[in-house]
């Protein structure tokens, strides 16, 4: 009995590992029925091993709450999501290759979580608010950050929102002036001086890191779109609170649908 049911097992193993195989190199490392995806991470267990930095900062218990995933690739935050009683969790990527490998992931692991293809240029397309938003490792990817940071705000983030960045330079923090003179030069030198740094060609051989800012950047611009930061429980991780945002003529929280900003001036 014992030997068959190793038998069954070993089977089951190659069954999923040769489905993970056809499916392509895997950026997350998920762990489906004892076999894992990219046991070769470069960054090793990953994100395990982030995730295991920042988790305790996030409701243990999510039940009753709707999970928005920006970037959600492999679908490894989606589904620890879902582990958390998230309902409806909601995957968007616009990488098919990566959606289906979160589709793959979520379902032989028989959890209910849905994956659809979407740029995060389009949430508006959602027409709906998530009581959480993840917006991990996708800020730096894009060439118009501000621009998705501001439609994440305006059109699905309802209450909490976990981002995570890429970030270089040093994590310093200056207190931000009101105004700064046109002749006050001296503060651009400053290493708690938001800044975000430009990358015309390759970071890191990708092609695609366009943005990389220092940890004063990230802040004030998390606050500058209407982010309160809660908790830094990461080099890279900030828990923020989606808050209305007054005085810049913007969006407000509150809000679902599709309107311009002239429209709210
Ligand atoms: C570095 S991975 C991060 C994956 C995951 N969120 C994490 O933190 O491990 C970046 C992901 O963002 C996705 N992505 C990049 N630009 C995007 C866009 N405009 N809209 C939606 N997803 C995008 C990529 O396809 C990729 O899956």
């Given at each position: 009995m014992n030997a068959q049911v190793a038998e069954i097992t070993t089977d089951r193993e190659a069954q999923?590992?040769?489905?993970?195989?056809?499916?392509g190199e895997w950026f997350h490392n998920i762990n489906i029925a004892g076999v894992h995806t990219a046991p070769e991470h470069f960054l090793g267990?990953?994100?395990?091993?982030?995730?295991e930095r920042f988790k305790d900062a996030i409701p243990a218990d999510l039940r009753g709450r709707s999970v928005l995933d920006i970037g959600c690739n492999g679908g490894f935050y989606s589904i620890e999501m879902k582990r958390r009683g998230a309902d409806p969790v909601l995957g968007?990527?616009?990488?098919?290759?990566?959606l289906a490998q979160a589709q793959f992931a979520a379902d032989a692991l028989g959890l209910d979580i849905e994956f659809r293809k979407l740029s995060v240029y389009d949430v508006h397309k959602l027409r709906e608010q998530f009581d959480v938003v993840l917006f991990l490792g996708v800020f730096?990817?894009?060439?118009?950050?501000?621009?998705?940071?501001?439609?994440?705000?305006?059109?699905?983030?309802r209450d909490l929102f976990v981002?995570?960045?890429?970030?270089?330079?040093?994590?310093?923090?200056e207190p931000v002036a009101d105004d700064y003179g046109f002749w006050d030069t001296e503060i651009?030198?400053?290493?708690?001086?938001?800044?975000?740094?430009?990358?015309?060609?390759r970071y890191a051989g990708d092609s695609t890191n366009w943005w990389i800012p220092n940890r004063a950047g990230v802040e004030a611009m998390l606050r500058s779109a209407g982010f309160e930061i809660l908790e830094h429980p990461e080099?890279?991780?900030?828990?923020?609170?989606?808050?209305?945002?007054?005085?810049?003529?913007?969006?407000?929280?509150?809000?679902a649908g599709t309107i311009t900003n002239d429209e709210q001036l």
């Amino acid at each position: 009995m014992n030997a068959q049911v190793a038998e069954i097992t070993t089977d089951r193993e190659a069954q999923v590992a040769e489905q993970i195989r056809a499916l392509g190199e895997w950026f997350h490392n998920i762990n489906i029925a004892g076999v894992h995806t990219a046991p070769e991470h470069f960054l090793g267990d990953f994100p395990r091993v982030k995730w295991e930095r920042f988790k305790d900062a996030i409701p243990a218990d999510l039940r009753g709450r709707s999970v928005l995933d920006i970037g959600c690739n492999g679908g490894f935050y989606s589904i620890e999501m879902k582990r958390r009683g998230a309902d409806p969790v909601l995957g968007i990527d616009f990488d098919e290759r990566y959606l289906a490998q979160a589709q793959f992931a979520a379902d032989a692991l028989g959890l209910d979580i849905e994956f659809r293809k979407l740029s995060v240029y389009d949430v508006h397309k959602l027409r709906e608010q998530f009581d959480v938003v993840l917006f991990l490792g996708v800020f730096y990817h894009l060439r118009h950050p501000l621009l998705a940071l501001d439609l994440v705000h305006e059109h699905v983030s309802r209450d909490l929102f976990v981002f995570q960045s890429l970030q270089r330079g040093s994590d310093e923090l200056e207190p931000v002036a009101d105004d700064y003179g046109f002749w006050d030069t001296e503060i651009f030198e400053r290493p708690g001086f938001p800044k975000m740094f430009f990358i015309e060609k390759r970071y890191a051989g990708d092609s695609t890191n366009w943005w990389i800012p220092n940890r004063a950047g990230v802040e004030a611009m998390l606050r500058s779109a209407g982010f309160e930061i809660l908790e830094h429980p990461e080099d890279e991780v900030f828990v923020c609170r989606c808050r209305p945002l007054n005085g810049h003529g913007q969006s407000t929280c509150s809000f679902a649908g599709t309107i311009t900003n002239d429209e709210q001036l």
